[in-house]
């Protein structure tokens, strides 16, 4: 079946009542029942909850085959908690068939590639897939269809039950001996601990790995004692080099700062922008850079901008601090700048993925938001985004809060270069659909702006500020005229993930990976 | 391969970005950033033993590039090297809209160089005549020079000077209050002036110090220079907020411009606009407002 992208979905994945991407706000108004975990009664006094080991702590939880188990990505590319847990649990204890349920997966999972290939591991859900382990998902190895999530989907599922976690890992820089957890302190420091909060109240199970124990209460907590059943005190919980980057520094390349300049040009020609307005910018050089114009904007209009929400890093933080933002609220952070600024800085707070992006609930911050800057891998005709697929087909990116914020914000900008090497970043059809066209609204390219026509009202802003834009039909011919057309990827016919829309309507399928042959 | 308009002697030259030509993803796209011109650098840029690549890399720019509205300028090497006679071949094959005299210092080296361009000309089939040219002052016997150079021939658009080799003639350094080049700006301008062409001032080469760049390029504009050489794309806005004219300035301009069109029209030729007397004099000048600012996106009319 067809659905409101022009994808084609097949059948047998409708079975069970899943529906096709209808269109933005398709499920307004409709009601959810949640779904509740069942946990057990710490009713006698407890001294501590520590164990020695991580196997005996998913002995203590009653971990099993077929079980699914979730991870937070706070720890970034320096995670060592993914590995050591399933390590425990496939070499230790011997179990199979897992499901791993991750906010995102990276690089630093390669092992798990081999636990899919032997089978141990059978399921992923996660919005981020990069590195082997997205290799061999793409080559069909996994032995169910893996799903791939927003990060306000993400949610979004485990309160329905769509997912249901068995046993939920908490990658703690620091807890206290019953489970009370911050992303401060210690020598791991990550700051917010967003993404681990849904999972922590619906999972029938809380294990907290740190390495950094301090004396009860650590407070105050991100993911509280009440849900914890272990704690367990390992010597690292991950590469603090990798977890969070030197402090984000904003790009000198002349084509980042030209682009830079033009999504601030779009966004001060806006009504949106006035004092108090709000903004989510990604950390790619461009969308970073932004900021930088729109400090420019904001001095010359007099204005401040109300509330900043988003991936945390430092040029956000330097505004908060110049008094320049509101409030910085933040489901992850980027740098040790961000890192050590969250609840420390005045107005600087945490929130967990559901307030954050979920939009199933009734109040997440995505939906008041006036602008994001958003970057992309490639952007059809259709405004339809991909972040999730490389050229080649394979898994390698995540659509992380990109399609939440694209659909919940007033202006929504895509910033990137027309072309990449010799790939046309702006082309026909995406690979694969992760933001819907219909949540897109204006594309800022290194050789020109382009306008969704389901905005004229923006249109006109453009041309009454005098910006140029041209259709976006036009930039993709001047990208084929640079780099070439490309033919098509091939692929098999054989969904090796579904990609589905915040709303939990199937967006796309990514198929199995045709080996090139000339 | 790309066939470039016939090339515009006088036309908007507020901004001229050098490049290397030999870096391709410098120069594949230098349009995008609304320079009036790039200069493609044959000279100083690119090594002794690199010149024969730089020049298949600026030829296969050349003709495969379309860079638009935006002017194509060469660098090519200076008259005491073995470089420069295959520099203007290469120039003229490829359709270059003018080149850069480096190191000009006599009238004679203006005519060598049309010499050879017109024999290139002939050679490739390019129209005789279509190639522009422009001479870089280096040092003081070339400012002395200033107006035999300017008016040595009907293809020069422009002279510019060099800062860095001409500071080094004159054992004198950067000064940020242009003590340090004053009598050769202002002895260049005025022979610019007189000859009729266009006058550019050197590069700013310290991208750190926006400060500074701004009060040279405001010290420029009071001089009556018609442009500036770039290093860097991020300095273009700035040369072009500085170069735009006042609103006040475009307003007296259209006024004038249509009042004298209107007068022309009924056999009057002199008249006021706003109490001040007008009369043609004046009207070269008010068009050349217009133009500059219908390039600023200050003014949409159709008078120019």
Redesign the interface.
């Given at each position: 079946m067809k659905n409101a992208v022009g994808r084609e979905i097949p059948d047998f994945l409708l079975e069970g009542g899943k529906e096709v991407y209808q269109g933005k706000n398709y499920m307004d108004g409709k009601y959810v029942q949640k779904a509740t975990p069942k946990t057990r009664r710490y009713e006698k006094p407890q001294e501590s909850k520590i164990v020695e080991t991580i196997k005996d702590a998913l002995i203590a939880c009653g971990a099993r085959d077929g079980m699914t188990f979730s991870f937070h990505h706070h720890l970034r590319e320096g995670d060592f908690v993914v590995n050591m847990v399933m390590k425990a649990a496939i070499e230790e204890l011997g179990l199979k068939d897992l499901t791993i349920a991750a906010s995102s997966l990276g690089a630093a999972h390669d092992l798990i590639a081999d636990y899919i290939e032997e089978g141990k591991v059978i399921g992923i859900q996660t919005s981020g897939i990069r590195g082997r382990m997205g290799q061999v998902v793409s080559e069909g190895k996994l032995k169910t269809t893996a799903i791939i999530r927003s990060h306000g989907g993400r949610p979004r599922a485990i309160e329905a039950g769509e997912v249901h976690i068995d046993i939920a890992f908490v990658g703690a820089p620091t807890s206290d001996c019953v489970g009370n957890s911050r992303g401060i302190g210690g020598k791991s420091n990550c700051g917010s601990l967003g993404y681990a909060m849904t999972d922590a109240k619906f999972a029938d199970h809380v294990v907290v790995i740190t390495d950094c124990l301090v004396d009860f209460p650590n407070m105050p907590a991100s993911v509280e004692a009440i849900d914890v059943d272990a704690v367990v005190v390992v010597d690292s919980i991950g590469n603090p080099k990798k977890i969070a980057s030197a402090a984000a520094r904003i790009s000198q390349n002349?084509?980042d700062?030209?682009m830079a300049?033009n999504v601030a040009k779009v966004i001060a020609s806006t009504p949106y922008f006035r004092d108090g307005f709000s903004f989510q910018t990604g950390v790619g050089g461009p969308s970073l850079a932004a900021n930088l114009f729109l400090e420019k904007y904001m001095d010359e209009r007099g204005i401040k901008m109300g509330w900043a929400i988003g991936g945390i890093c430092k040029p956000m933080v330097e505004l908060l601090k110049k008094g320049k933002i509101g409030k910085v609220i933040d489901v992850q952070d980027f740098d040790l700048d961000a890192v050590n600024s969250i609840n420390q800085t005045p107005n600087h707070f945490e929130m967990s993925a559901s307030q954050y992006a979920n939009p199933a609930n009734k109040g997440a911050f995505v939906n008041k938001l006036d602008f994001v800057v958003l970057a992309a891998l490639e952007i059809d005709t259709g405004f339809n985004v991909n972040v999730l697929t490389g050229s080649d087909g394979v898994l390698r990116g995540a659509p992380g809060g990109h399609p939440d914020t694209a659909a919940g914000s007033k202006v929504c900008i895509i910033v990137t270069p027309l072309v990449r090497g010799r790939m046309a970043t702006v082309c026909e059809k995406v690979v694969t659909v992760t933001t819907p066209g219909d949540c897109v609204d204006v594309l800022v390219t290194?050789?020109g702006i382009a306008v969704n026509p389901l905005r004229p009202d923006l249109i006109k802003c453009l041309d009454d500020a005098?910006i140029e834009h041209v259709s976006i039909e036009s930039l993709k011919e001047k990208a084929y005229s640079?780099v070439g057309r490309p033919d098509d990827v091939q692929f098999e016919d054989k969904v090796v993930a579904i990609l589905e829309a915040r709303d939990g309507t199937i967006l796309d399928v990514i198929r199995q990976i045709k080996p090139y042959t000339l | 391969m790309i066939k470039r308009p016939t090339p515009e002697r006088f036309r908007l030259r507020r901004t001229m970005m050098f490049m290397n030509a030999q870096k391709p993803g410098l120069i594949k796209d230098a349009y995008i950033y609304g320079c009036d011109s790039i200069m493609l650098d044959l000279e100083d840029a690119v090594a002794e033993n690199q010149k024969d690549a730089a020049r298949f890399s600026l030829y296969h720019a050349l003709t495969t590039i379309d860079y638009g509205k935006t002017e194509v300028i060469v660098r090519i090497n200076g008259l005491d090297t073995p470089h420069w006679q295959e520099d203007i071949r290469v120039c003229v094959a490829g359709g270059a809209d003018g080149i850069r005299i480096a190191k000009c210092e006599s009238a004679q080296d203006v005519k060598t160089v049309e010499a050879a361009v017109e024999a290139a000309e002939k050679e490739f089939g390019v129209e005789v005549g279509r190639t522009l040219l422009m001479a870089a002052l280096e040092s003081p016997k070339g400012v002395l020079n200033a107006y035999e150079i300017c008016s040595a021939s009907d293809r020069m658009f422009g002279v510019a000077i060099s800062g860095g080799d001409f500071r080094k003639c004159m054992q004198t350094k950067f000064d940020p209050s242009g003590i340090d080049m004053l009598v050769a700006r202002g002895q260049m301008l005025m022979a610019a002036r007189a000859a009729g062409i266009q006058c550019f001032d050197t590069v700013f080469t310290d991208l750190d110090d926006n400060e500074g760049f701004e009060a040279e390029v405001r010290q420029n504009k009071a001089m009556g220079f018609d442009g500036k050489s770039l290093i860097n794309p991020k300095q273009i806005r700035l040369v072009h907020e500085v170069f735009a004219p006042t609103e006040k300035e475009v307003l007296q301009a259209e006024a004038m411009v249509s009042a004298f069109r209107e007068a022309a029209a009924q056999g009057i030729g002199v008249f006021t606009v706003n109490g001040k007397m007008v009369d043609v004099a004046f009207i070269p000048g008010a068009e050349r407002t217009l133009k500059l600012a219908k390039a600023c996106g200050m003014y949409e009319g159709d008078l120019v």
């Open positions: 002349p084509r700062l030209m300049e290194d050789y005098g640079i | -």
